[in-house]
């Protein structure tokens, strides 16, 4: 497994933009797919973003569809999110998770999770 530390979140105004980052231990964080998940209160913890372990797939769900871009840096250790064009709907909790080789967008396939990241929008 890998550690995982988030950051980035904040308190935005809609129509802004916020990079969000996870950062892991080891040194295998390129076998890992990574994925982006967040949760809104009273709602169950949904995908947003996923990435492949070399970064040349990703996949997204409809609702942040051209608005967020996910992408890696192996030599970091770190995937990032990208959120432009922030709406009030995209309050929530992320978080970042690791899956073992695999780009999954289903939560209960990965393996590790980081504590989260609060990110909040004004309309």
């Known amino acids: 497994q890998v550690q995982l530390v988030e950051s980035g979140g904040g308190l935005v105004q809609a129509g802004d933009s916020l990079r969000l980052s996870c950062a892991a231990s080891?040194?295998?964080?390129?076998?890992?797919?990574m994925g982006w998940f967040r949760q809104a209160p009273g709602k169950e913890r949904e995908f947003v973003a996923a990435i492949s372990r070399s970064g040349g797939i990703t996949s997204y769900a409809d609702s942040v569809k051209v608005r967020f871009t996910i992408s890696r840096d192996n030599a970091k250790n770190t995937v990032y999110l990208l959120m432009n064009s922030l709406k009030p709907d995209d309050t929530a909790v992320y978080y970042c998770?690791?899956?073992?080789?695999?780009?999954?967008?289903?939560?209960?396939?990965?393996?590790?999770w980081g504590q989260g990241t609060q990110v909040t929008v004004s309309s």
């Open positions: 080891g040194r295998t964080f390129s076998s890992y797919a």
């Open positions: 998770a690791a899956n073992f080789m695999s780009l999954t967008t289903t939560p209960e396939k990965y393996d590790s």
